[in-house]
């Protein structure tokens, strides 16, 4: 789950939750995230991503 990344910041996980269902891109996740995180971004944002592909593969495995 996001609060792995970023702890049990319910408003910051309801915000990130919010920006990848509208489909926010990687760099535009990154420049809003800079915001709080400052030179951390980049870092948390790869993370991120690792984090929603490996699920996002692992639940396409399942359903095989």
Same mark, same amino acid.
């Given at each position: %789950? &996001?609060?792995? #990344?970023?702890?049990?910041?319910?408003?910051?996980?309801?915000? &990130?939750? %919010?920006? #990848? @269902? @509208?489909?926010?891109? %990687?760099?535009? #996740? *990154? %420049?809003?995230?800079? $915001?709080?995180?400052? *030179?951390?971004?980049?870092?948390?944002?790869?993370?991120?991503? @690792?984090?929603?592909?490996?699920?996002?593969?692992?639940? #396409? $495995?399942? @359903? *095989?």
């Amino acid at each position: %789950a &996001i609060t792995d #990344l970023v702890g049990e910041m319910k408003d910051m996980v309801d915000f &990130i939750m %919010a920006l #990848l @269902r @509208r489909g926010c891109n %990687a760099l535009d #996740l *990154e %420049a809003k995230m800079k $915001l709080v995180l400052q *030179e951390d971004a980049p870092k948390f944002v790869v993370k991120l991503w @690792r984090f929603l592909i490996y699920h996002m593969k692992s639940e #396409l $495995l399942q @359903r *095989e």
